[in-house]
């Protein structure tokens, strides 16, 4: 029976979701015109160097077309803080409806970017070249063919149209825009999220380019360039020796070639309409590119702490008793959760900002059942509206906030969930405001309620001739085609989300969760991998997906947990929560079409490694919280490829199912099928030491890979040597429940006898952090003496004490630990584990806020452990007894 169910699914799927004939490929769209280009019927372009001056510290010219009365462009160019280079080219006479520029994605629109004033040489009517320079960055323009190399320090790495396939059309009906550019000294290609494909970028120039074009694509195919979800323009060109990147900013359906050639990528990159909007990231290497994509798109603002934990859905949870009753069903099997998810059936007949009126009558109630456990609720919102005189969100947005049809004059009708629907013009900003707005009404406005924008790519059923979605000539805002602006109208409805859960009256920080996303989404929102299914492949394939939207920008990703379509054996099911705990988004979910898959619907066996799975994760939230502050202030991606630290490793280009959390965590979850040895590979050579906390902290040096014995209880996780990793290992049922727990400092010293770490401490809910409200401070151990340091000027008087100590790797002459408070000094408990070299100092008491010094001496004596009282020590620290 389970068998022929699992078939049926599967069935059922392809049918619904199949990778069928809806889905364009290059030669149905305008990409076979342009990726054809250069050719005799295309206008080719030369710089008139002589028009190039500097204007408001911008570079400004003219580009000049081949052919007589074609349209000539500008040409403006910027140099941004951290370098980076910014190429605009339009219309020199705006056409009535302007280009569509989607600067919304850039912080501020881009208006208080920090311009630098470059010197500009060999502009004259006679030259062939002329130059752009500031500090070590030269811009070698050349008049033509027209191109644009890019120098650090006299070293070349990335020239634009260096083949000469520019392409800028201006007839009317033809309006899109194609440039290419060579990366030099590389050997990867990372980037162009979303696709279901590996970390590094293939070759495509004989295949299907990679295409951006948001769609309603579940079960969709793998190691694949077709479209998905969100389409994010940046490319990375990373290299042993020198990284660079490159953001194209475009809102149309794009398409970009990628070419690997020993030492070089080049990119052809094609959009449907638009400006050409370029940024140039000089790099030189993967972390300085990434950080520069961030300065110009953002970075996601803190979370709160319980967005960490785990959180279950469902499509759906049919009524408000089922979802008290999931929740009493996880306390009760010591499960922990922290958010129940709401699919489409809680509301009235899918009209959404209401509430069904007999399956989830009592809505407040629900809310401050889940609140009293420290449970907060996610329901979904999304962007298409039932048609129905007698709902009053249809009644008020009518004629005045949907996307109108081609002509301009009607609202766009089409079918998604409620039946025939319409859609809200999130461009329009009176619209935007009034769909913010009603995030203060009907429950909505309780602090404890967040949201999921789902099905906002926009999907609208049947309309294949439209891949499922609004029709390219549908009408926005400002008289807006949507070809233009495709790609970012998810990114609007959550810009509407966000700027109406902001107005409510309890001020903590949003948590909003979409599907479509672009550039500068992680300013609002996190993501997932969309609706995946049951598999291993699917599994697997989520790391380097959540991996590639990290370097991205995106850093909050997650996919599925289990698989949202077919059905999970016992095997996957619980390797995949072993392996999504360490993801920054955690979520298991599943289709209503599938039998029920909670935790504890499982037997024992299955149950006891799901508890162990999330417990890992709830242990190590503080250092994802602390990695998450960290990402807010300075860029760098929470989840991280290992070649992102170690890019002289040419084997770690292409690793992709590893992942770094920070610089100090390696998690390599199993993610093969009945395996007994997994392997794994470890970076930085033999001075790199990394301990397997799986496996007793036992170390493995950097040297590459490694053959470890597993079973179905092992997680394979590292932390390297020289780190210190601030944990909170008490068991309980919510990340809430753990914000006083004392916290325990693992400490892996390296060779030297060194090691540090930093923990990022608020109140984890409001934005009183802005206003210094909070406390991070670095531990060091050096000397034999461990300390902390604040590395800011601000307070926070409820931060949680240190009671516990685990050195991994200590010095062996230690006999003796003492704190230090002021002139006195304390004797700690301490007890050493010869076998796994392991030294516990435990029960003490040291407050982050009063500083902390704590030394060790090689006087009197210490106890020895034996096994059996190391194993007693341990679960004193794990369970807090």
Same mark, same amino acid.
């Given at each position: 029976?389970?068998?022929?169910?699992?078939?049926?699914?599967t069935?059922?799927?392809?049918?619904?979701?199949?990778?069928?004939?809806?889905?364009?490929?290059?030669?149905?769209? #305008?990409?076979k015109?342009?990726?054809?280009?250069?050719?005799?019927?295309?206008?080719s372009?030369?710089?008139?160097?002589?028009?190039?001056?500097?204007?408001?510290?911008?570079?400004?010219?003219?580009l000049?077309?081949?052919?007589?009365?074609?349209?000539?462009?500008?040409?403006?160019?910027?140099?941004?803080?951290?370098?980076?280079?910014h190429?605009?080219?339009?219309?020199?006479?705006?056409?009535?409806?302007?280009?569509?520029?989607?600067?919304?994605?850039?912080?501020?629109?881009?208006?208080?970017?920090?311009?630098?004033?470059?010197?500009?040489?060999?502009?004259?009517?006679?030259?062939?070249?002329?130059?752009?320079?500031?500090?070590d960055?030269?811009?070698?323009?050349y008049?033509?063919?027209?191109?644009?190399?890019?120098?650090?320090?006299?070293?070349?790495f990335?020239?634009?149209?260096?083949?000469?396939?520019?392409?800028?059309?201006?007839?009317?009906?033809?309006?899109?825009?194609?440039?290419?550019?060579?990366?030099?000294?590389?050997?990867?290609?990372?980037g162009?999220?979303?696709?279901?494909?590996?970390?590094?970028?293939?070759?495509?120039?004989?295949?299907e380019?990679?295409?951006?074009?948001?769609?309603?694509?579940?079960?969709?195919?793998?190691?694949?360039?077709?479209?998905?979800?969100?389409?994010?323009?940046?490319?990375?060109?990373?290299?042993?020796?020198?990284?660079?990147?490159?953001?194209?900013?475009?809102?149309?359906?794009?398409?970009?070639?990628?070419?690997?050639?020993?030492?070089?990528?080049?990119?052809? #990159?094609?959009?449907?309409?638009?400006?050409?909007?370029l940024?140039?990231?000089?790099?030189p290497?993967?972390p300085?590119?990434?950080k520069?994509?961030?300065?110009?798109?953002?970075?996601?603002?803190l979370?709160?702490?319980?967005?960490l934990?785990?959180?279950?859905?469902?499509?759906?949870?049919?009524?408000?008793?089922?979802?008290?009753?999931?929740?009493?069903?996880?306390?009760?099997?010591?499960?922990?959760?922290?958010?129940?998810?709401?699919?489409?059936?809680?509301?009235?007949?899918?009209?959404?900002?209401?509430?069904?009126?007999?399956?989830?009558?009592?809505?407040?109630?629900?809310?401050?059942?889940?609140?009293?456990?420290?449970?907060?609720?996610?329901?979904?919102?999304?962007?298409?509206?039932?048609?129905?005189?007698?709902?009053?969100?249809?009644?008020?947005?009518?004629?005045?906030?949907?996307?109108?049809?081609?002509?301009?004059?009607?609202?766009?009708?089409?079918?998604?969930?409620?039946?025939?629907?319409?859609?809200?013009?999130?461009?329009n900003?009176?619209?935007?405001?009034?769909?913010?707005?009603l995030?203060?009404?009907?429950?909505?406005?309780?602090?404890?309620?967040?949201?999921?924008?789902?099905?906002?790519?926009?999907?609208?059923?049947?309309?294949?001739?439209?891949?499922?979605? =609004?029709p390219?000539?549908?009408?926005?805002?400002?008289?807006?085609?949507?070809?233009d602006?495709?790609?970012?109208?998810?990114f609007?409805?959550?810009?509407?989300?966000?700027?109406?859960?902001?107005?409510?009256?309890?001020k903590?920080?949003?948590?909003?969760?979409?599907?479509?996303?672009?550039?500068?989404?992680?300013r609002?929102?996190?993501?997932?991998?969309?609706?995946?299914?049951?598999?291993?492949d699917?599994?697997?394939?989520?790391?380097? =997906?959540?991996?590639?939207?990290?370097?991205?920008?995106?850093? #909050?990703?997650?996919?599925?947990?289990?698989?949202?379509?077919?059905?999970?054996?016992?095997?996957?099911?619980?390797?995949?929560?072993?392996?999504?705990?360490?993801?920054?988004f955690?979520?298991?979910?599943s289709?209503?079409?599938?039998?029920?898959?909670?935790?504890?619907?499982?037997?024992?066996?299955?149950?006891?490694?799901?508890?162990?799975?999330?417990?890992?994760?709830?242990?190590?939230?503080p250092?994802?919280?602390?990695?998450?502050?960290?990402?807010?202030?300075?860029?760098e991606?929470?989840?991280?490829?290992?070649?992102?630290?170690?890019?002289?490793?040419?084997?770690?280009?292409?690793?992709?199912?590893?992942?770094?959390?920070?610089?100090?965590?390696?998690?390599a979850?199993? =993610?093969?099928?009945?395996?007994?040895?997994?392997k794994?590979?470890?970076?930085?050579?033999?001075?790199?030491?990394?301990?397997?906390?799986?496996?007793?902290?036992?170390?493995?040096?950097?040297?590459?890979?490694?053959?470890?014995?597993?079973?179905?209880?092992? =997680?394979?996780?590292?932390?390297?040597?020289?780190?210190?990793?601030?944990?909170?290992?008490?068991?309980?049922?919510?990340?809430?429940?753990t914000?006083?727990?004392?916290?325990?400092?693992?400490?892996?010293?390296?060779?030297?006898?060194?090691?540090?770490?930093?923990?990022?401490?608020?109140?984890?809910?409001? #934005?009183?952090?802005?206003?210094?409200?909070?406390?991070?401070?670095?531990?060091?151990?050096?000397?034999?003496?461990?300390?902390?340091?604040?590395?800011s000027?601000?307070?926070?008087a409820?931060?949680?004490p240190?009671?516990?100590?685990?050195?991994?790797?200590?010095?062996?002459?230690?006999?003796?630990?003492?704190?230090?408070?002021?002139?006195?000094?304390?004797?700690?408990?301490?007890s050493?584990?010869?076998?796994?070299?392991?030294?516990?100092?435990?029960?003490?008491?040291?407050?982050?806020?009063?500083?902390?010094?704590?030394?060790?001496?090689?006087?009197?004596?210490?106890?020895?452990?034996?096994?059996?009282?190391?194993?007693?020590v341990?679960?004193?620290?794990?369970?807090?007894?």
């Amino acid at each position: 029976m389970r068998f022929t169910l699992v078939l049926l699914i599967t069935f059922f799927v392809g049918l619904t979701y199949g990778n069928d004939s809806r889905w364009k490929d290059c030669q149905d769209t #305008f990409c076979k015109r342009l990726r054809g280009s250069p050719g005799s019927t295309k206008v080719s372009y030369s710089v008139d160097l002589a028009s190039l001056k500097l204007k408001e510290k911008k570079v400004v010219g003219v580009l000049k077309p081949s052919v007589t009365n074609a349209v000539t462009l500008t040409l403006t160019i910027s140099v941004l803080e951290d370098k980076i280079c910014h190429i605009s080219i339009d219309e020199e006479k705006a056409p009535t409806t302007p280009r569509y520029k989607a600067h919304d994605a850039l912080v501020e629109g881009g208006k208080n970017f920090k311009i630098v004033e470059p010197k500009v040489s060999g502009n004259t009517g006679t030259a062939t070249e002329a130059s752009i320079t500031y500090d070590d960055l030269k811009v070698t323009i050349y008049k033509s063919p027209m191109k644009f190399e890019f120098y650090k320090n006299d070293t070349l790495f990335s020239v634009v149209n260096a083949n000469n396939r520019f392409v800028f059309e201006t007839s009317g009906t033809e309006t899109g825009v194609g440039l290419d550019i060579s990366f030099k000294n590389v050997q990867r290609a990372y980037g162009l999220p979303e696709h279901a494909d590996h970390l590094s970028l293939r070759t495509t120039v004989r295949e299907e380019p990679y295409r951006h074009f948001n769609l309603d694509y579940g079960s969709y195919e793998l190691e694949s360039t077709q479209a998905l979800y969100g389409a994010i323009g940046v490319l990375y060109a990373h290299g042993n020796k020198l990284s660079s990147g490159a953001f194209w900013l475009n809102a149309a359906q794009t398409w970009t070639d990628i070419t690997n050639s020993p030492n070089q990528i080049d990119a052809y #990159f094609m959009s449907e309409s638009g400006v050409l909007d370029l940024f140039i990231l000089p790099g030189p290497t993967l972390p300085q590119a990434v950080k520069q994509y961030s300065t110009l798109t953002g970075t996601a603002s803190l979370p709160q702490y319980f967005t960490l934990g785990y959180h279950q859905s469902r499509y759906s949870y049919m009524n408000q008793d089922d979802v008290v009753d999931v929740v009493k069903n996880f306390d009760e099997k010591l499960l922990p959760i922290d958010v129940m998810w709401l699919d489409i059936d809680y509301t009235d007949e899918k009209k959404y900002f209401t509430w069904d009126p007999k399956r989830f009558s009592k809505p407040q109630e629900l809310i401050d059942n889940l609140a009293k456990t420290n449970r907060k609720l996610v329901a979904i919102i999304d962007p298409h509206i039932k048609i129905d005189d007698n709902y009053f969100l249809h009644k008020e947005a009518k004629g005045k906030y949907y996307v109108r049809d081609s002509s301009g004059t009607k609202d766009f009708e089409g079918k998604c969930w409620p039946g025939m629907s319409s859609y809200l013009d999130f461009l329009n900003p009176k619209a935007r405001e009034y769909y913010g707005n009603l995030y203060l009404t009907n429950h909505f406005e309780n602090k404890n309620v967040h949201v999921w924008n789902d099905m906002n790519e926009p999907a609208v059923f049947e309309q294949p001739a439209d891949e499922h979605s =609004m029709p390219l000539d549908a009408t926005h805002y400002g008289n807006r085609k949507h070809r233009d602006v495709h790609n970012i109208y998810g990114f609007y409805q959550t810009v509407g989300t966000k700027e109406g859960m902001m107005k409510r009256k309890d001020k903590v920080r949003p948590f909003i969760l979409t599907r479509s996303h672009f550039a500068g989404t992680q300013r609002y929102a996190a993501v997932w991998t969309g609706d995946n299914v049951a598999t291993w492949d699917y599994m697997k394939i989520s790391f380097p =997906m959540c991996l590639t939207e990290a370097l991205a920008g995106i850093s #909050f990703c997650g996919a599925d947990v289990g698989g949202f379509s077919g059905i999970p054996d016992d095997e996957l099911y619980q390797r995949w929560y072993q392996a999504g705990a360490w993801l920054p988004f955690y979520r298991g979910h599943s289709a209503i079409d599938v039998p029920r898959r909670e935790p504890y619907l499982y037997g024992d066996d299955v149950q006891g490694r799901i508890r162990a799975a999330l417990h890992q994760r709830y242990i190590h939230i503080p250092m994802w919280y602390t990695l998450f502050y960290e990402h807010e202030r300075a860029g760098e991606p929470v989840i991280r490829p290992i070649t992102y630290h170690y890019p002289a490793e040419s084997d770690a280009f292409d690793i992709e199912h590893e992942v770094l959390i920070g610089q100090n965590i390696l998690a390599a979850p199993v =993610m093969d099928k009945g395996v007994l040895h997994h392997k794994v590979y470890l970076p930085g050579g033999s001075g790199e030491v990394w301990y397997n906390i799986d496996d007793n902290y036992r170390p493995y040096n950097g040297t590459g890979y490694h053959l470890i014995p597993v079973n179905l209880n092992s =997680m394979p996780v590292f932390y390297k040597a020289g780190s210190i990793i601030s944990r909170k290992d008490a068991m309980k049922l919510t990340s809430i429940d753990t914000l006083k727990d004392p916290y325990t400092l693992y400490i892996v010293l390296n060779g030297n006898g060194y090691a540090e770490g930093k923990l990022y401490v608020d109140d984890g809910e409001t #934005f009183s952090y802005q206003d210094k409200k909070y406390y991070y401070v670095n531990f060091v151990f050096e000397n034999n003496t461990l300390t902390a340091k604040a590395l800011s000027n601000t307070t926070y008087a409820d931060a949680a004490p240190i009671t516990n100590l685990v050195i991994i790797n200590p010095p062996h002459t230690i006999k003796q630990v003492k704190q230090i408070n002021g002139t006195s000094a304390i004797d700690l408990n301490s007890s050493y584990n010869e076998k796994h070299d392991l030294l516990f100092v435990t029960n003490f008491t040291a407050k982050l806020q009063e500083g902390i010094d704590i030394k060790f001496t090689s006087s009197a004596s210490i106890l020895t452990l034996s096994i059996g009282a190391f194993i007693a020590v341990c679960i004193s620290i794990v369970y807090n007894i």
